[in-house]
């Protein structure tokens, strides 16, 4: 079972969306220089589609998008809460943020907008350095374009 434990609408995760980001606890990866540590424990509170519903209800005239944030765990369940989002809330955008370097075999693009897939490395950094080996990608007609460069300032 997924667990998350806060949320925050933010403006700078997914470009041009103002997002509902749900930090998902558990995190396997384990990123070295991580800036959020306190998710890889196992607290929070389940993320059922009851509880997704209720943050989005909450949010809904104030967001574009929910960012999943983390779930490497589980990424079956990332899916299905996905699948739900898509039936449920379809005028809302969906983001996932993997620290995989590949996208799971259990994801349906179709249940994506937008997916970040990398582990932070500190040498390299996070998507705003043109050094990144973090990648955010558009999904579009069943492909996923790389968007990362709109992070970049000229």
Known sequence: ML???????VFQEIPGEVSLAINIT???????GCHSQYLWGDIGEPLTEE?????????????TCVALMGGDAIPAEIDRLMSHLRKKHPSLHTAWYSGRTTL????NLANYDYIKLGPYLKHL????SRNTNQRLYRVHSGKMQDM???????
């Open 104 to 107: 799971s075999s259990t994801a």
């Open 3 to 9: 667990k998350y434990l806060n949320t925050d609408v």
């Open 148 to 154: 990362t460069s709109s992070f970049w300032r000229s």
């Open 26 to 32: 558990g995190c396997p990866c384990r990123c070295p």
């Open 125 to 128: 950094g996070a998507l705003r």
């Open 51 to 63: 509880a997704l519903d209720k943050m989005i209800d909450h949010q809904h005239h104030n967001i």
